[in-house]
């Protein structure tokens, strides 16, 4: 996948969950310009967005009627660039899921996206050449540390409930997965978050049990021109 029309700048400060400033150097100015961007990542991020620290941008596509003329695509971290923009997870995960480089979805295609099942609206349900069907709920993971990537970096309800969902749904003889998309390419291993979610952690060890796929899949994006590739790595060792 490519992002292009990309931006650099700094970030500032981050005065909401879904707001950024940053600072880009403008020409006309001959200086530092403050800006606002739409980050659309619920996690903390406190381990990546750091005073001063380089961001990727793109214009908004749809700028009418919005607080904010750019979103946030990725920030750096060490020499590595990190997405965090779940905007983009769908079309990532799709891509993966039909590229074959996953056995347990080999001969799947996606049928829909955003199906409800139960009270949930799970990401994918897949259909394969046997015409049977699979949920795969798709997440983001952006905290990396020591080669070590963990699921959520802030409590998350939410997932926990998709997760119970799609262990119900094992029971109810429906195949389903959970695909991490581990946004940088320095992972080698992939274990939930327990120190910070628990409770996530908990329902994820017991769907895993139970018979839910758990694949977590690592990334690199490389930024070149005014681009940003995201290309998929290799499967990641899962603890649990």
């Given at each position: 996948?490519?992002?292009?029309?990309?931006?650099e700048g700094n970030f500032v400060e981050r005065p909401n969950r879904f707001t950024v400033v940053f600072k880009t150097n403008s020409e006309l100015?001959?200086?530092?310009v403050l800006e606002k961007a739409h980050l659309r990542d619920p996690g903390r991020l406190k381990e990546l967005l750091l005073p001063d620290v380089?961001?990727?941008?793109?214009?908004?596509?749809?700028?009418?009627?919005?607080?904010?003329?750019?979103?946030?695509?990725?920030?750096?971290?060490?020499?590595?660039?990190?997405?965090?923009?779940?905007?983009?997870?769908?079309?990532?995960?799709?891509?993966?899921?039909?590229?074959?480089?996953?056995?347990?979805?080999?001969?799947?295609?996606?049928?829909?996206?955003?199906?409800?099942?139960?009270?949930?609206?799970?990401?994918?349900?897949?259909?394969?050449?046997?015409?049977?069907?699979m949920l795969v709920e798709v997440k983001g993971c952006t905290l990396v540390e020591d080669g070590l990537a963990r699921f959520p970096d802030a409590?998350?309800?939410?997932?926990?409930?998709?997760?119970?969902?799609?262990?119900?749904?094992?029971?109810?003889?429906?195949?389903?997965?959970?695909?991490?998309?581990?946004?940088?390419?320095?992972?080698?291993?992939?274990?939930?978050?327990?120190?910070?979610?628990?409770?996530?952690?908990?329902?994820?060890?017991?769907?895993?049990?139970?018979?839910?796929?758990?694949?977590?899949?690592?990334?690199?994006?490389?930024?070149?021109?005014?681009?940003?590739?995201?290309?998929?790595?290799?499967?990641?060792?899962?603890?649990?």
């Open positions: 996948m490519i992002v292009s029309n990309i931006i100015n001959k200086g530092p380089a961001l990727l941008l793109r214009p908004a596509l749809n700028p009418d009627g919005r607080k904010t003329k750019y979103d946030v695509v990725a920030v750096k971290k060490d020499d590595l660039w990190v997405l965090i923009n779940s905007g983009f997870h769908s079309d990532i995960a799709q891509d993966l899921i039909e590229s074959g480089r996953i056995g347990e979805f080999s001969d799947c295609s996606v049928e829909r996206r955003e199906y409800t099942y139960g009270k949930s609206r799970i990401d994918f349900l897949l259909a394969d050449d046997n015409d049977e069907r409590p998350t309800t939410r997932g926990k409930k998709h997760v119970e969902e799609l262990t119900r749904a094992v029971g109810e003889g429906l195949k389903s997965a959970i695909l991490f998309l581990v946004l940088s390419e320095d992972a080698c291993r992939f274990t939930p978050n327990r120190v910070t979610d628990p409770e996530f952690s908990q329902a994820l060890e017991l769907a895993h049990e139970r018979g839910v796929v758990v694949v977590p899949y690592s990334f690199k994006n490389i930024y070149i021109g005014d681009k940003l590739e995201i290309k998929p790595v290799k499967r990641i060792k899962l603890d649990l």
